[in-house]
């Protein structure tokens, strides 16, 4: 899956035990295979790192994000079935890697304005965009092809793992020519068809039942939108005016989120919890954001007892390397290397 910050890989093995500590005690040892516990809503869903493992546990997974890339990745790796898309994405996929690099507005934009990507590579970006639009596939087949491309790009990319900004010299990786591979689609969850949403988490938390409901909101000023940009406008393929020295889309400026204001998350966190339509919570947050444990509890406890589980962990690449200017000049340190991820179980 493509780098991203606030990626649950690590938190996997605990998320996965807390949706299955749902289960009634007696069929725990199947934790998705029976009992209570079929359909968790993944309403913060990123890349599906989460909503993929669920599925593959055997749960009935409904993703949803209000950004186009993550609810693409969704499609692709929670609500596409691998018996219904496998053979088409296999072949097209052979076909797009042979096609030949044309320049366009994704080489301009981010291989010549900026420099995320070799020109090389984003010619073939290029090629292979227009190529899958020009198809107007179904677009659970879309998504897989999109997909398979976006993490292609990702592989040759020359940051530190987000688009906030581009390295001064050019990634090793960046040299490596660009390769399509056909992404891990499962088959059918055991519990049945996933579904991915792109939408508001508010809105999507009052109109969802589920299960068990897993929250992940942003944690800090820092907007998705605008950390994956180069993401969005390859989903989107709208090719839009862009500002700044990174290239970010216009409307990184005008698409908010109240989860991203440190003086309106609160309110809002409370108002998602009381609108949620699950049994049981999990939630994810980290010690470096808006909401202070006690009061995280202090909220989560209007849904019923909460139990918390603390894991410690290095600090994303960034914060490794210090920090740096838009001209990549060091203009300061950073004050800790390790951070706690807080797993909140609600039910």
């Not at 090793?172 to 390769?179: F, K, P, T, V």
């Amino acid at each position: 899956m493509i780098k991203y910050l606030g990626s649950k890989r690590l938190l996997l093995p605990a998320i996965l035990e807390a949706v299955g500590g749902f289960a009634p005690r007696a069929s725990r040892a199947d934790r998705a295979g029976s009992g209570d516990t079929r359909t968790v809503l993944d309403l913060f869903s990123g890349t599906s790192r989460v909503g993929h493992a669920l599925k593959r546990a055997g749960y009935r997974v409904i993703a949803s994000d209000h950004n186009a890339y993550a609810a693409t990745l969704a499609r692709c790796y929670v609500q596409a079935d691998r018996e219904d898309v496998l053979a088409d994405a296999e072949r097209l996929i052979a076909e797009l890697s042979r096609l030949p690099g044309r320049p366009g507005y994704f080489t301009d934009t981010f291989c010549v304005k900026s420099r995320f990507f070799q020109p090389k590579n984003g010619e073939r970006v290029d090629a292979i965009r227009d190529a899958i639009a020009a198809k107007s596939l179904a677009p659970e087949l879309e998504a897989v092809l999109l997909v398979s491309l976006m993490e292609a790009a990702d592989r040759v990319d020359s940051t530190t793992g987000v688009q906030m900004a581009y390295l001064k010299q050019w990634a090793a990786r960046a040299h490596n020519e660009l390769q399509l591979r056909v992404p891990d689609v499962l088959p059918r969850a055991l519990h049945g068809k996933g579904r991915a949403i792109e939408g508001d988490a508010l809105e999507v938390a009052a109109e969802v039942d589920a299960d068990v409901a897993y929250l992940d909101p942003p944690y800090n000023q820092h907007k998705y939108l605008g950390n994956y940009h180069v993401w969005e406008t390859l989903v989107r393929w709208d090719r839009p005016e862009v500002y700044g020295v990174a290239c970010k889309r216009l409307d990184t400026k005008e698409r908010t989120s109240d989860f991203n204001s440190r003086v309106r998350f609160e309110q809002t966190f409370a108002e998602l919890v009381r609108r949620v339509r699950a049994r049981h919570l999990v939630v994810s947050f980290n010690d470096e954001g808006f909401l202070g444990p006690e009061r995280a509890v202090e909220i989560l406890s209007s849904r019923g007892p909460v139990r918390v589980i603390e894991h410690d962990y290095k600090r994303y690449v960034g914060a490794q390397i210090g920090i740096f200017n838009p001209k990549g000049q060091r203009v300061g340190e950073v004050s800790h290397l390790r951070n706690r991820e807080l797993l909140y179980v609600v039910g």
